[in-house]
Structure formats: structure tokens, C-alpha cells
């Protein structure tokens, strides 16, 4: 098995699947978040930003290499996307025009 493989089940291994958040509308617009397990704050305009400099946050804590991030996958809110996808299928697909009407009520990342 190469090196690269082994870290990247090593990381695998030690990054949580899914981690709490708190959830907030920033005053001058967008959001901001921060995990509840560990000490990773993030700020975004919109939600897809958000979560993809959360997920950034997250690694750096962990020390993940930076040529391990692409294939380690992405923390988002799945049961809220699922939530809302079930509910009524959206046009587009990404996490601002799925998720733009109930932000407040994500609470939980998974790593996808």
C-alpha cells in the first residue's frame, strides 16, 4: 500500500463523520459558524462558501495535508439538504438554493 493511501486512511479514521454547529446569520450579511467539538470558526457570503472554508477550518485542525483535502470529502449538512431535496426538488443544486430558506435550523455536518 503507498504512503499517500495510508495517510489518507489514517485521516480517514481520526476526522469525525459528523460534528455540530451553531448557525448564525451575520449582521452585515451572509453567515458565520463554529463547531461545538472542537475550536474551528468560519465565516462566508453564502452557504456553500460557509461550509467549504468550515471544511478548511476543520482539516487545518487535524493537520490535514493539503494534497489529502480533495480526497477526503466535504462536511455539509446532509439531513437538512435531504430534508429539503425530499420536500421539493430544487431547479439548481447547490447549497444556497437548496438550503437559503431555513438556514437556522442546520445544527449537524456530516463529511460527505
Not at 475550536?39 to 476543520?58: K, M, N
Request: proline share 5%; hydrophobic share 35%.
Amino acid at each position: 500500500m503507498s504512503i499517500k493511501k495510508q495517510e489518507k486512511l489514517l485521516y480517514k479514521a481520526v476526522l469525525p463523520e459528523n460534528l455540530n454547529i451553531k448557525l448564525n446569520r451575520a449582521e452585515e450579511g451572509g453567515y458565520w459558524a463554529k463547531t461545538i467539538e472542537i475550536p474551528c470558526y468560519s465565516q462566508g457570503e453564502t452557504l456553500s462558501e460557509l461550509f467549504d472554508v468550515l471544511t478548511r477550518a476543520i482539516y487545518a485542525y487535524y493537520d490535514v495535508p493539503e494534497k489529502l483535502i480533495s480526497e477526503l470529502g466535504t462536511y455539509i449538512p446532509v439531513n437538512s439538504v435531504r430534508k429539503q431535496f425530499s420536500q421539493n426538488k430544487p431547479s439548481k443544486y447547490t447549497l444556497d438554493d437548496i438550503l437559503k430558506n431555513h438556514p437556522e435550523s442546520i445544527r449537524e455536518l456530516q463529511r460527505v
